[in-house]
C-alpha cells in the first residue's frame, strides 16, 4: 500500500508569530511604585525612602546572561522550498 505524500495549501512564506517574548524588566513595578508615591507625597518626602532604596537596589543588580534566540523561524525558511517541492518564487 503507497501512501500519498500530504502537500500543503500554498503558503508565501511559514512563520511563527513572535517566537522570541521579550522579558519584562523586574524593575518596572518598583519603579511605578516609586512614582506613585512621589505623585501622592511629593518629591524628596522621607516616606518615599524605602521604596527609593529598593528601586536603586533593583537598578544595581546585574542583567541575567541573554538567552539563546529560538531558531524556528530560520528553520522553516530552509525547508519551505522542499515543503512546496521547489516551486519558484514569481
Given at each position: 500500500?503507497v ?7 500554498p503558503?508565501k512564506?511559514?512563520?511563527v508569530r513572535q517566537p ?5 524588566n523586574?524593575c518596572?513595578a ?8 512621589w505623585?501622592s507625597?511629593?518629591?524628596n518626602?522621607?516616606?518615599?525612602a524605602?521604596v527609593?532604596?529598593a528601586?536603586r537596589?533593583c537598578?544595581?543588580t546585574p ?6 534566540s529560538n531558531?524556528i ?5 530552509r ?9 519558484r518564487?514569481?
Amino acid at each position: 500500500m503507497v501512501h500519498k505524500p500530504i502537500r500543503l495549501p500554498p503558503l508565501k512564506k511559514l512563520k511563527v508569530r513572535q517566537p522570541n517574548k521579550a522579558e519584562e524588566n523586574p524593575c518596572i513595578a518598583v519603579m511605578s511604585s516609586v512614582l506613585a508615591c512621589w505623585a501622592s507625597a511629593g518629591y524628596n518626602s522621607a516616606g518615599c525612602a524605602t521604596v527609593e532604596n529598593a528601586l536603586r537596589a533593583c537598578m544595581d543588580t546585574p542583567k541575567p546572561a541573554p538567552k539563546a534566540s529560538n531558531t524556528i523561524n530560520y528553520h522553516l525558511q530552509r525547508f519551505h522550498e522542499r515543503l512546496t517541492q521547489g516551486k519558484r518564487k514569481k
